[in-house]
């Protein structure tokens, strides 16, 4: 099935529009969400957990279809259906799992070295070379013949990017990068971030929930609410200016405010039988 033509402007790559998910009909995790990521930029999504900041990276990699709208890349509806332009697709997206998703029965280098054996014919030596300078990019060369097992938390992640980099992708995605992180593993992942995205001209994506980190590098922002839709969207400037009161109440962490502790349910006397 061939894809539908783009109206949105050529420094747009990837545009969700005006897209509606649920994994079931019993609760609607994006709700009518409109956003747009620019080419070679770094972009945050912002929001609590549960609020469909990951399923927004699952729609762009089309692992699920909308339920309603539609979600574009490079001008193309992305459409989980079609197998060959998924493929290719996916061949130009970097993935960056939350926790880091490698091979433990696989050494640092062979981690890395996977997606060079599994999407292209090039030579052992071609494949050594590149595995060899992505991980000098991240930091971890030396580490390159140790099993997971035998790295830190930090470095895995590290070793993460360098494979989310090695087929040299037009798009990252990056997927709560600062998590478990202590604060200078932090610093060093944010710092690789912006480094990768400025010397690659990659378009990177960033989910997340930590604000100041993540304003610290990107361009752009998008804060979701918790009921899916997009609260606001700006420069870190702008959103840390801004004073619509679950803007600020989650750039500032307060406790109180728009965003309840508890999760819609019934009261309590009644939930236990309790007579009033």
Same mark, same amino acid.
């Given at each position: 099935?061939?894809?539908d ?6 420094? =747009?790559?990837?545009e969700?529009?005006?897209?509606t998910f649920?994994? +079931?009909?019993?609760?609607?995790i994006? &709700? +009518?969400?409109s ?11 912002l929001?609590?957990?549960? $609020?469909?900041?990951t =399923?927004?990276?699952?729609?762009i ?5 909308a339920?309603?709208g539609?979600?574009r890349f490079? *001008? %193309?509806?992305?459409?989980?259906r079609n ?6 697709l996916?061949?130009? @997206?970097?993935?960056?799992f939350q926790?880091?998703?490698?091979? =433990?029965d696989l050494?640092?280098? %062979? &981690?890395?070295?996977? !997606?060079?054996?599994e999407?292209?014919?090039l030579?052992? %030596? ?12 991240v930091? /971890?060369?030396g580490?390159?013949?140790l ?12 070793? #993460? ?6 087929? +040299? !992708?037009?798009v990252?995605m990056?997927?709560?990068p600062?998590?478990?992180? +202590?604060p200078?593993s932090? *610093?060093?992942?944010? &710092? ?11 378009t990177s ?8 980190? $993540?304003?610290?590098? $990107?361009?752009h922002?998008y ?7 997009v609260?606001?969207?700006g =420069?870190p400037a ?5 004073e ?7 750039i500032?962490? %307060?406790p109180?405010?728009?965003v309840?502790?508890?999760?819609? #349910?019934?009261? /309590?006397?009644?939930? @236990?039988?309790?007579?009033?």
């Amino acid at each position: 099935m061939p894809s539908d033509p783009s109206p949105v402007n050529s420094d =747009t790559l990837i545009e969700i529009d005006h897209v509606t998910f649920g994994y +079931d009909a019993s609760r609607t995790i994006l &709700n +009518d969400v409109s956003l747009s990521f620019a080419r070679g930029k770094v972009t945050a999504i912002l929001g609590g957990s549960g $609020c469909g900041k990951t =399923t927004l990276l699952r729609l762009i990699g089309g692992v699920h279809a909308a339920t309603k709208g539609t979600v574009r890349f490079d *001008g %193309e509806v992305v459409d989980p259906r079609n197998a060959e332009a998924l493929f290719k697709l996916r061949r130009r @997206l970097g993935m960056l799992f939350q926790f880091g998703a490698l091979f =433990t029965d696989l050494t640092v280098f %062979e &981690n890395v070295a996977f !997606p060079l054996r599994e999407h292209t014919a090039l030579s052992d %030596e071609m494949i050594r070379d590149i595995v060899l300078m992505k991980l000098n990019a991240v930091g /971890l060369r030396g580490a390159a013949p140790l099993r997971i097992s035998q790295v830190s938390g930090g470095m895995a992640r590290r070793v #993460a990017l360098a494979r989310a980099i090695s087929l +040299d !992708p037009e798009v990252i995605m990056y997927d709560e990068p600062f998590a478990g992180l +202590d604060p200078i593993s932090m *610093g060093v992942a944010a &710092n690789l971030i912006r480094t990768l995205n400025d010397t690659t001209g990659a378009t990177s994506l960033m989910v997340s929930h930590d604000v100041q980190e $993540c304003f610290a590098i $990107c361009d752009h922002a998008y804060l979701l609410s918790s009921q899916g839709r997009v609260v606001a969207h700006g =420069t870190p400037a702008e959103l840390n200016a801004s004073e619509h009161p679950e803007v600020r109440q989650f750039i500032r962490g %307060e406790p109180d405010g728009p965003v309840r502790f508890h999760y819609p #349910a019934k009261p /309590l006397a009644e939930e @236990l039988g309790l007579r009033a």
